[in-house]
């Protein structure tokens, strides 16, 4: 694309003017065209500065999401290997969903600047303004169906290491996959499995991030917040995509190799209400005990009176019967 050779050419001598006349020769297109495409780039939020006698010059990238800039950015191997971005979709996770079904490969990503139907599980409504994080990953991954669980954890493990890694910000993650500061929600995931796990072994996994939007662009009565919020500015979503991604890649190819303990270890690490008192709701009833951990296929272990039980993701919500911050 014309577009992207002249980002290219721009971003080599960023902060320096090259001449239209060089861009023309060098990329063979007249200097008309040329202006026509610095406009659509300066559209897409491209800080690029023209001037009759010296040329154009990049100043700075957009921090919203653009598939150029995000390319730049990435530096994995596998995810985000094909990425498709839509300035709007119903939900990355349902276009995903199509594109595996239609062959897509491992690590293609899906990303929507705003989904007007976002999803959480259980059919739940997932809000998805503009400026937040919505994205699902492809994963074809060499593993069984009892791990699909263990990608969730890795996931939510992968998005609080990315945020620690950009921002120096301590996320919790409140079993199973609920990213949480200060007990309000920053970010869910939401893991789906295509067709029979045991003939094409995929996996959908949506990320949904509140990044850059007031609280106020959600309703009301959600115990929510946004990365905004936290730090007072917005961010470079293109950079903390590719981070999540190399994170998430690191953590799917240590499950590949069978290292679940060392994903169990990150995972409690970062766990909040580990160790309290917590109460397990499964519809009406209600167990209470000492949240003792996570167990071998992700499933939360509490302990009661009765003796330790174990309860999957899913069927179940965790609820504090002390921390203030659940
Ligand atoms: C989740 O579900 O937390 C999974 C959310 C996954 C969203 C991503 S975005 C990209 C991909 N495409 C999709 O369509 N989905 C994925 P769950 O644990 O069920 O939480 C849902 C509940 O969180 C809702 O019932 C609300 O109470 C609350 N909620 C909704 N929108 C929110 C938001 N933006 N921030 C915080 N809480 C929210």
Redesign the pocket.
């Known amino acids: 694309m014309v577009r992207h050779d002249i980002l290219h050419l721009l971003s080599e001598h960023a902060g320096e003017y090259v001449s239209g006349e060089r861009i023309s020769q060098q990329l063979n297109v007249t200097r008309a065209a040329i202006w026509k495409q610095i406009k659509v780039l300066q559209g897409e939020g491209f800080e690029i500065e023209g001037q009759t006698r010296n040329g154009y010059r990049l100043l700075k990238c957009p921090i919203s999401l653009n598939e150029w800039v995000l390319k730049q950015s990435l530096n994995t191997t596998s995810l985000g290997c094909t990425i498709y971005l839509e300035d709007e979709l119903t939900?990355?996770?349902d276009r995903a969903k199509e594109l595996a079904r239609q062959g897509g490969v491992h690590g293609l990503t899906v990303l929507a600047k705003h989904?007007s139907s976002?999803?959480?599980?259980?059919q739940?409504?997932?809000?998805?303004p503009r400026g937040g994080l919505?994205?699902?990953v492809v994963l074809r991954p060499n593993l069984s169906l009892a791990d699909a669980s263990k990608i969730t954890l890795a996931a939510s493990v992968a998005i609080v290491d990315a945020l620690w890694e950009l921002f120096r910000l301590r996320i919790g993650i409140k079993w199973p996959n609920?990213l949480v500061i200060k007990g309000q929600?920053l970010a869910?995931?939401?893991g789906e499995v295509v067709g029979e796990w045991n003939t094409v072994q995929t996996l959908i996994l949506?990320?949904?991030i509140?990044v850059n939007f007031t609280r106020e662009q959600?309703s009301a009565p959600?115990n929510?917040t946004t990365l905004y919020e936290i730090l007072g500015y917005e961010v470079d979503l293109n950079d903390l995509t590719a981070s999540i991604l190399m994170h998430l890649e690191t953590e799917l190819m240590s499950l590949e190799r069978k290292a679940f303990e060392e994903l169990r270890l990150s995972w409690s690490e970062r766990a909040v209400g580990l160790g309290e008192e917590v109460k397990i709701l499964r519809g009406e009833q209600v167990f209470q005990g000492i949240f003792k951990g996570i167990s071998i296929d992700g499933a939360l272990l509490l302990e009661m009176k009765e003796g330790e039980q174990s309860f999957s993701a899913g069927e179940v919500q965790l609820r504090s019967t002390m921390s203030k911050y659940f």
């Open positions: 939900s990355t996770n989904q976002g999803q959480g599980r259980l739940r409504q997932w809000e998805s919505w994205m699902s609920d929600k869910g995931i939401l949506g990320m949904g509140n959600l959600l929510a």
